[in-house]
């Protein structure tokens, strides 16, 4: 997005893991993530996997996505799910799976643990792939309460599409007394400013991928992704952007009033940072920041592997509504203290009578 300012330095955000004889990260390393998480909402925490673990990690996300019986996530944006230019798919509750979270969930405890009990709910494990011709989503929230793990299981360019942060728009109590008491207004405001960019980048990028002989973007997807009525919060969909259905960015003419009339004081306080994330980094969030996952302008695909965590008791309704967990997650519950503990007894020891 060329009319945003956009950091690509994420120096300041960044933490290199170091471990432990014990296999978690050590105490200053656990200090200095959890002081990101709690000033900016986010933490890049570099060498949490090597390159072998990563190349595992990314074996399972491709097996999965070579399933033709797959589960679809039903989330951001449904119809790049439909033309296949995202691939987001809660992954199932299998020993592969479940050990490979588990390796996050053991490895970042020190950091982990000063938000998640125990006994909360892990909400979904997913991969999140996009492939060139996604829209950039929109500036948005998740669900509150949750903690949110993206790990690199490659290396992920800018241009692949490494998600953007405000960094300091999470919320914690008090949070509506900060920017000069204007909180919740100016960061409502900001997220509109980036919208507004996002909007004409995603008409942009259509239109010329409508017009490029090398790219096959039918009449009927440029329907659906710029005049479709149907629910999808991350596409232009003009019509519902004017008629005020989106919920995370309609038109209003009072905003960009107020756009115009708060411009210096929204560029003093927010700004805009692209990660771009290596091999083997994971990436931890508060779900209720400011962040967006943005389109992928190359011929290769952008792989994630994502954990969400809640930190606070999660109204089922909420839960499934805001993530998309497997349906054998759903039928086998895990907890963040299951991951700790993974893999469980009965297991440990059955593959130990095997070998005896
Ligand atoms: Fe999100």
């Known amino acids: 997005m060329k009319t945003l300012d956009l950091s690509h330095d994420t120096s300041e955000f960044e933490v290199a893991a170091q471990f432990t004889s014990d296999g978690q990260i050590n105490e200053s390393c656990a200090l200095e993530v959890v002081n990101l998480l709690d000033t900016q909402g986010f933490a890049v925490i570099t060498d949490v996997l090597d390159s072998v673990e990563a190349d595992n990690g990314l074996s399972i996300v491709r097996r999965y996505l070579d399933d033709p019986q797959r589960q679809k996530g039903d989330f951001a944006s449904q119809t790049d799910m439909l033309y296949g230019r995202r691939d987001f798919c809660p992954l199932p509750s299998n020993p592969d799976v479940l050990s490979y979270a588990a390796t996050f969930a053991q490895r970042l405890k020190p950091a982990i643990s000063e938000y998640c009990g125990t006994t909360r709910k892990v909400l979904e494990i997913s991969t999140m792939t996009s492939y060139r011709g996604a829209s950039h989503q929109y500036i948005h929230r998740d669900p509150d309460g949750v903690l949110c793990l993206f790990a690199a299981v490659d290396d992920i360019s800018p241009e692949q599409g490494g998600t953007v942060f405000v960094p300091g728009t999470h919320k914690f109590s008090g949070t509506d007394m900060m920017f000069d008491g204007q909180a919740d207004f100016l960061t409502r405001l900001y997220q509109a400013t980036c919208n507004y960019s ?159």
């Open 198 to 356: 996002i909007l004409k980048h995603n008409l942009k990028t259509l239109w010329s991928l409508r017009k490029s002989a090398s790219f096959k973007l039918d009449r009927r997807e440029w329907l659906d992704r710029v005049f479709s009525t149907r629910y999808d919060n991350h596409q232009p969909n003009l019509f519902r952007f004017l008629l005020g259905k989106n919920s995370v960015f309609s038109f209003n003419l009072r905003t960009l009033w107020q756009l115009r009339k708060h411009r210096q004081t929204l560029s003093r306080y927010f700004r805009l940072v692209q990660t771009a994330p290596a091999k083997g980094t994971v990436i931890l969030y508060r779900s209720d920041m400011l962040h967006a996952g943005p389109d992928n302008h190359t011929d290769h695909p952008r792989y994630f592997f994502g954990m969400s965590i809640a930190r606070d008791m999660v109204f089922e309704e909420q839960w499934r509504e805001g993530y998309s967990s497997h349906e054998s997650l759903l039928e086998n519950p895990q907890t963040y203290g299951d991951l700790l503990r993974y893999p469980p007894q009965e297991t440990a020891s059955s593959d130990l009578a095997k070998a005896v």
